[in-house]
């Protein structure tokens, strides 16, 4: 087994604005382990969604290097990467991405497809994800005719359809009220506890405090981070940190 399934060496991020050079990320080390659950905190403007991105190979570092499952993907070409993304990633968004003119059961099956699992098991691989996290009567359904916890649902569902290496949330409760934002995290604590390595990108306490390990960032870079264990408190820890660090 690798001793991690995501690291970053002293990546940088570098975008041209109006012909000025805007840091969006400054020397970021990171390293999950297999099987951890971690949180990335930190104010709008942080990095934490570039960083994202950049751990998920949708874009790619302007120095630096990424590694993802075991291999350099910042040196691939955007084909390969592409691939590699498809089989060894989940994506899951604040505003959920579903394609909005398929039903809830091809919105799932479809990233399987691609993949190149077959159409029973895609199926069967549908089938159990919707099961288990509550929707399966949903199947017929397109987006547009489900509340925002269900969508965030049938999102999580397609996001770990490939039984991928790492969950990557981004802020996935944002556009969620309150009792379906706990609902979501308790999908997320329940896929964990089966194994499932997940990285949250969030501005919000109560989202991280379901981590084993929460990172903050500022300006770019990492600040500080923190091992949450079995504290009882974490929220109020975590506000208060994240109070410090804004």
Known sequence: MEPYILQTKHITKVYRNNGNDVHALCGVDLA?????????????????????HILGGLDSPT?????????????????????????????????????????????????AMIAGSSANQARLRREELLADLGVEAKYHNIPAQLSGG??????????????????????????????????????LRQTHAQGQTILIVTHDPKVASIAQRVIFMRDGRISHETTLGDRQDTRALLTEMLEVEA
Request: glycine share 8%.
């Open 32 to 52: 999950v382990r297999p099987g951890e659950l971690v949180a990335v905190m930190g104010p709008s403007g942080s990095g934490k969604s570039t960083l994202l």
């Open 63 to 111: 120095s630096g290097e990424v590694f993802l499952a075991g291999q350099r993907i910042d040196l691939m070409r955007e084909a390969r990467r592409a691939i590699l993304r498809r089989k060894q990633v989940g994506f899951v968004f604040q505003a959920f991405n579903l394609i909005s003119n398929l039903s809830v059961g091809d919105n799932v099956e479809l990233p």
């Open 150 to 187: 269900e969508k965030q649902r049938v999102a999580l569902a397609r996001a770990l359809v490939n039984q991928p290496a790492i969950l990557l949330a981004d802020e996935p409760t944002g556009n969620l009220d309150s009792r379906s934002a706990t609902d979501v995290l308790r999908l």
